[in-house]
């Protein structure tokens, strides 16, 4: 073994079985995969986690100062997480130009221990006003109301302004995502009260996702179907649910697995800065919130306010109910990376980043490999 190699060995989970082995990393990629059924008791391996919409972890806000998104970025890897978009809440369109700003310059220093940050997501300001779920009402526009200009400095670097959750039926709407998408940002509905056919028409304007499926958005009623049923109906986009137990019922994971496409489920974990610091009062764009436990809610009106798991969290849950493992880590890994357009990692592939999750028998984090590199998993609660 030359001093260069990094080797993770146990049941790897593959784009379509699991397969006892070994993953073989080189100067920060996947040298070889080598399949050995001696190693059929290990751990399991994935490719690491990638989570493109998440607004804060271990006390670190995105849309702090440098040293925050550092702190982010440090807290989300040992949970698996080593890729991540970080995302905005609903702010002032000056707000939103300097997080923007801000980290695209973090990006360039961002710390080599810590989950890669692969540009920004805005959840918002164009929602629905009754729709604005944990998001402050007070700075939500409609696109009509804001002249294009306004936003263009968010796409002044390429591949940096990843994704913004757009309502479809507002005024402006479809036009912006359009404008967007020929730009290569993506739009994800959401924070929405569109009819069936107003969601058609945002999709087929160019919106490629759907922000967590069934939470803030018009959902599925019989006679009147809303974005939540056409996001299930169409094969063809991309849906994010946060697996956490409590923004969406169990009994209704199960529809959504024989509903989506196995390529295009995400998992996201919509977690807050307050993930990862245990039970106690903070805040969130500027409303007070309350976590217990893995629950996170408005004090002021008992609302999820975003969620306090990060993705290895989701992954343990949806193993657990049962889901095909390999199922769970595509829409971990290589499904919000295909949203997204990044093709060098999100996979157990000769050539690819050698981004690995190791996980024991009950879906915990051991070990996390970056780019060839071990990091220790989560501290023991
Ligand atoms: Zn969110």
Redesign the pocket.
Known sequence: MRVSEMIARGRLVLEDRVAPGRVVAEAGRIARVELDDAESSGPWIMPGFVDV?V?GWGGHDAMGPNGSLDGMARALLPRGVTSFVP?A?TAPIDTLLEFGDRVRRWIQVAPEDGSQPLGFNL?GPFISPQRVGAQNPAFVRAPADVPFREIEPLLATPNMFRLTTIAPETPGALDLIGALAERGTWTSLGHSVATADEAMAGYDAGARATTHLFNAMSGVHQHAPGLAAVALARDDVYTEVVFDGHHVDRLLWALILRAKPAARLVLVS?AISLAGTGDGRGTLGGLDVEVRGDECRLVSNGALA?SVIALDSAVRNLARFGAPLPRVSAAASANPLALLGVSDRGRIEAGLRADLVELDEGFEVRRVMQAGIWHEGPAPA
Do not use: I, P
């Open positions: 919409h607004h995302t809440v959840e919509d975003g």
